[in-house]
C-alpha cells in the first residue's frame, strides 16, 4: 500500500533532531512496549486496514510499528529518505490511530501512540501529507484549521442566529459572554461549510434553556496538528481554546460533534499545552453527554408523532466512544427518538473506525482510494444492519460515511445527533413564532 | 431599482438565459452586477475544489485562472468594452452557503441563477427536463432578497401531454 504517496521534500535528513525527539520519548513505556510484543499476531484482527486488504500481513498493527518507530530506535535515529518514504505510507497511510488494536494486545501495548511518535519524527523531517500542512499554516495565520477570519466567524453566527427567527422566537448565538456555563467549540467545518449545524446547536441550546456561548477566537476545538505530529503547534491550538474559556470565566468547554477535537481537548490536549496532569484547566463536556442529560432531566422532549419509524443505526466514532468513555450516552438519545434501532457489530468500544479518523480526511485526494479500500469494513458493517439511517456524532466519521455511501450504495442518510433532535424536539409555547402559534 | 444583483454563474450554456436576465436588468437599474462562481469542494474537511482540472487544492492561482475564464466567457456577452459597474468574484465551498454568504454581506438586492447547475456530467440531469437544483432550491428559500431563477426555453414546462 505504501505506493503511489508522495511526500513533500527532499532536504538531507537531519539525524541529530530525530535523535531529540526519539530521545524524548524514550521512557519506560515505548521502551516496554518495542521489547516486550511476542508477535502473537491478535493485532492483526482488530485491525480494519488488516480485514479489509485480504489479511495482508504487512498491514498488521504489530509489523507498522516494528518497521517504523522500531526501526528508528534501532537505528538510533540514523535514517535516511528511503526509509522516511517507507514510514511516510505506514503512519498516515495505514493506521488512524484508532486505538481497537490496543484492547485486543494481551500486554495492551499502545500501539496509536508509536504511531504518532513516528508521525512526529517524519513531521520534523518534512515528510508528510500536503493537505495536513495546508490547515497548520491556517492554524498558525488563523487560530483555526480553515483559515476562517473572526469576521466571518462573527458574521455567520449572526447570519444563523437570524434564520433561526423565524422557527424559535428570542434565540441567539451569543458570542463572548463572560461566565457563561458553557463555551461551545466548534469544528472549522460547521462555519464553512455546514453553517446550519451551528443553528441547530443553537436551538438546542435556546429549547433547553442553556446559558452558552461561542468564542470569538478559540473556537475550533480540532487539532489536526496533533494527528500532523507536530506537537509544538498541537499545544498552542489547545492552549488558545483553554485559554480562551480562562478569560470569559466559562465553567465548562462543549466539544462539537467531533471525534479527534474531544481527545485532543479532554485527554492529549494537556499533555500537549504544558498542563502536566493531564487534567484540563477548564473541565471538557462533549455535546453527546450533554445532549443525553437534555433528555434525561427532560430539558428537551421528544414529539411522540415525529420519532422516526426507519431503521437506525450509530457509529461509534473511535475518540468519543472507545477513547471517550461516551458509548452509552449516544444509543440513550437514539432510544428517546428512533423507534427501530440497529446496532452494527462489532459495536460500542470494539466498533471499528469509520475509516476517515486519524486525519485521514483532511490529508486529501491522494489518499482517497486507500480510504476507500480501507472502508469496506465499515460499509459491511453498515449494510449488515439494514439501517436507512447511520447518526454518527462526529464530522469526520459523517465524512468518511456519507463517502462510503456513495462508493458501496449503502442507500443510507447520514445524520449528526444535532439534526435529529432538532428535527424530533418539541418546541415549548413560548418559544414559538406568533405565526406558528397561531396556527397551532 | 436594483443596486446589486448578483448572478451565479457555472459557465453552463444552461445560465446563459440567467445571465442575460441578470445583464438586462443590471443595465435597467444602473446597478452593479458582480458574477459569483463557486468552486465546489467536495471534501468538505479540507480546501480541496473540484475544477475541469480535477480535484485540486484550491489556491490564489486556480481562482486567478478560474477569474479570467469567467472574464472571458461573461464579457463577451457584454456590449460595453471592459464595463466597469461589473466585479466577478470566485470562492471556494458549498456553491448555496457561499452564495447566501456573500450575498448577505455585500447586501445584494437581488440574487439571479439557473435552476439546476451540473454537479457530474456523468450523473447530471436531463437538460430538456425541468429540474430544480440543489442550490437553486436552497437560495430560493433562504435569501433574504428576491431571487429570480431563470430557465432555459427548452425547460419550460408546459401543459401538453407527453
Not at chain 1, 214 to 239: H, Q, Y
Request: with cysteine; glycine share 8%; aromatic share 10%.
Amino acid at each position: 500500500m505504501s505506493k503511489n504517496l508522495n511526500y513533500t521534500t527532499e532536504q538531507p535528513v537531519n539525524v541529530e533532531k530525530i535523535r531529540k525527539i526519539l530521545d524524548v520519548n524514550n521512557g519506560a513505556r515505548i521502551r516496554t512496549w518495542l521489547n516486550i510484543c511476542s508477535r502473537c499476531g491478535l493485532c492483526a484482527d482488530s485491525c480494519f486496514f488488516y480485514l479489509a486488504n485480504n489479511k495482508d500481513p504487512l498491514l498488521s498493527p504489530a509489523y507498522k510499528f516494528k518497521t517504523t518507530l522500531g526501526e528508528m530506535y534501532r537505528k538510533k535515529g540514523n535514517l535516511d529518505r528511503e526509509f522516511l518514504k517507507k514510514c511516510y505510507g505506514i503512519v498516515w497511510g495505514e493506521c488512524t490511530t484508532c486505538k481497537r488494536c490496543s484492547m485486543y494486545c494481551p500486554f495492551g501495548i499502545d500501539i496509536a501512540t508509536m504511531i504518532s511518535t513516528a508521525r512526529t519524527v517524519c513531521w520534523s523531517q518534512g515528510v508528510f501529507p500536503e493537505g495536513l500542512a495546508r490547515t497548520l499554516t491556517y492554524y498558525q495565520e488563523t487560530g483555526n484549521q480553515m483559515g476562517m477570519s473572526e469576521e466571518d466567524f462573527i458574521e455567520t453566527c449572526e447570519w444563523m442566529a437570524e434564520e433561526l427567527e423565524d422557527e424559535i422566537r428570542g434565540v441567539t448565538i451569543p458570542i463572548d459572554k463572560q461566565g457563561a456555563k458553557y463555551m461551545y467549540t466548534v469544528n472549522p467545518r460547521e462555519p464553512v461549510y455546514y453553517p446550519q449545524d451551528l443553528g441547530m446547536a443553537a436551538q438546542i441550546f435556546t429549547v433547553a434553556g442553556e446559558d452558552w456561548t461561542m468564542p470569538s477566537s478559540g473556537w475550533d476545538c480540532t487539532n489536526l496538528a496533533m494527528f500532523a505530529g507536530d506537537r509544538e503547534l498541537a499545544g498552542k491550538v489547545v492552549r488558545s481554546m483553554y485559554d480562551k474559556a480562562l478569560e470569559l470565566g466559562a465553567e465548562k468547554i462543549l466539544i462539537t460533534e467531533c471525534g479527534h477535537a474531544y481527545r485532543s481537548a479532554a485527554f492529549e490536549g494537556p499533555y500537549l499545552a504544558g498542563y502536566t496532569e493531564g487534567k484540563p484547566p477548564v473541565q471538557i463536556v462533549h455535546s453527546v453527554q450533554l445532549f443525553y442529560e437534555y433528555f434525561r432531566d427532560g430539558r428537551i422532549r421528544v414529539d411522540p408523532d415525529k420519532r422516526i419509524e426507519e431503521p437506525v443505526t450509530y457509529q461509534d466514532p473511535c475518540n468519543v466512544s472507545r477513547n471517550g468513555g461516551l458509548w452509552e450516552e449516544g444509543r440513550k438519545i437514539i432510544d428517546y427518538i428512533a423507534k427501530d434501532f440497529r446496532d452494527m457489530t462489532p459495536n460500542r468500544e470494539h466498533n471499528h473506525c469509520c475509516g476517515g479518523g486519524g486525519g485521514f480526511i483532511p490529508m486529501g485526494p491522494e489518499f482517497r482510494s486507500r480510504r476507500m479500500a480501507s472502508g469496506r469494513v465499515k460499509a459491511g458493517q453498515i449494510k449488515a444492519t439494514g439501517a436507512k439511517i447511520v447518526i454518527t456524532p462526529c464530522h469526520n466519521c459523517f465524512d468518511q460515511i456519507t463517502d462510503l455511501n456513495e462508493e458501496y450504495d449503502l442507500g443510507v442518510k447520514v445524520a449528526s445527533l444535532k439534526e435529529i433532535i432538532c428535527e424530533s424536539m418539541v418546541i415549548p409555547d413560548h418559544l414559538k413564532p406568533e405565526q406558528v402559534k397561531d396556527q397551532d | 431599482m436594483y443596486k446589486k444583483i448578483l448572478f451565479c454563474a457555472d459557465l453552463y450554456a444552461s445560465s446563459d438565459y440567467a445571465f442575460a436576465s441578470a445583464l438586462d436588468l443590471a443595465e435597467r437599474s444602473k446597478a452593479e452586477l458582480i458574477i459569483i462562481h463557486v468552486l465546489e469542494s467536495r471534501h468538505r474537511y479540507s480546501g480541496q475544489v473540484i475544477t475541469e482540472d480535477g480535484e485540486v487544492w484550491g489556491s490564489e492561482e486556480v481562482f486567478d485562472k478560474l477569474k479570467g475564464v469567467l472574464k472571458e466567457y461573461y464579457f463577451s456577452r457584454i456590449e460595453e468594452e471592459n464595463p466597469e459597474n461589473v466585479r466577478i468574484v470566485v470562492r471556494g465551498g458549498v456553491p448555496w452557503i457561499e452564495i447566501l454568504r456573500f450575498a448577505r454581506k455585500e447586501k445584494v438586492d437581488l440574487i439571479v441563477m439557473g435552476s439546476y447547475t451540473i454537479k457530474d456530467p456523468k450523473k447530471g440531469p436531463k437538460v430538456e427536463k425541468p429540474y430544480l437544483g440543489e442550490n437553486a432550491q436552497q437560495v430560493t428559500l433562504r435569501a433574504r432578497c428576491q431571487v429570480f431563477t431563470v430557465t432555459s426555453p427548452k425547460q419550460q414546462l408546459n401543459f401538453k401531454r407527453e
